[in-house]
């Protein structure tokens, strides 16, 4: 068993596990990223098995852990042919949702005690629209959530498939509101899948929508996109997510429309 961890603190836990349970001599923990692994390095013998949680420390948005499909891409050469990966492949959902709370750090105050701060609601735009990005990670567990739309997966990336043939993705998806509510942002996550019957999400704890209050996972962070103004909808409404991928450089980019008739709510 060889085990990759670039991490420091977490490589010195390991080894100090190896050595409790005199593993020496079946674990050799590698202190290399994934690209500058030598077949030296794995005494010239060919990997039947990689698996992975994926999580990455350096990673904040939930699609920037693919960076476990990249590491592998790097080991292919090293891989045996029947070698299995798991994760097996990464897919990106989304959801439109009404925000209680977490909303407020994009909305304008407006008038409030009497004083009239409208120039400085139009101050802080301009400075959020030139500094922020479009979605930003937060930690949903935090705040009060709740589902407007069912998740809809975005796109899927199989880890078998290597980088190189992997040509870049855009398409676009449909959200359906199931419910009336006030629309002021949007949710991203990511789910590993290892199989028909285990899957990883760094979003909901479950698909139940129907509740009043939606969980999330409390250890990942979720993609959320933060609407200045809310709009109101009924069951029936729609938005449209465009999704883009380049495998090259592994950048996302994710476009929101909603569809039809909507009023906005200041």
Not at 30 to 52: F, P, R, S, Y
Not at 128 to 134: F, I, K, T, V, W
């Amino acid at each position: 068993v060889f085990y990759l961890d670039t991490n420091w603190p977490c490589r010195q836990v390991l080894k100090k596990l190896i050595l409790y349970n005199n593993l020496q001599d079946r674990i050799t923990v590698v202190e290399k990223n994934a690209e500058d692994i030598t077949g030296e390095d794995l005494d010239h013998m060919k990997i039947d098995l990689v698996i992975a949680e994926p999580f990455f420390q350096a990673a904040s948005l939930p699609w920037e852990h693919l960076y476990f499909w990249y590491a592998v891409n790097s080991l292919r050469q090293h891989l045996s042919g029947t070698c299995v990966i798991l994760p097996e492949q990464m897919t990106i959902k989304a959801m439109a949702v009404e925000l209680r709370d977490l909303h407020k750090i994009r909305a304008p105050v407006g008038s409030y005690a009497g004083f009239d701060i409208t120039e400085f609601d139009k101050l802080i735009e301009m400075a959020s629209l030139s500094a922020d990005e479009d979605i930003e990670p937060q930690p949903l567990w935090e705040y009060p959530t709740m589902a407007l739309s069912r998740p809809a997966p975005l796109m899927s990336i199989s880890f078998n498939q290597s980088v190189e043939s992997f040509s870049e993705i855009q398409q676009v998806v449909e959200l359906k509101c199931h419910r009336e509510g006030t629309m002021n942002g949007v949710v991203f996550w990511s789910e590993f899948s290892f199989g028909s019957d285990l899957t990883i999400s760094t979003g909901l704890v479950d698909d139940n929508c129907e509740a009043r209050k939606i969980k999330w996972d409390m250890f990942s962070k979720q993609g959320v996109k933060i609407y200045r103004h809310s709009s109101a909808v009924v069951a029936g409404s729609r938005l449209k997510v465009e999704t883009q991928f380049k495998p090259q450089n592994g950048d996302f980019s994710f476009l929101v429309d909603v569809c039809g008739e909507q009023h906005v709510v200041d």
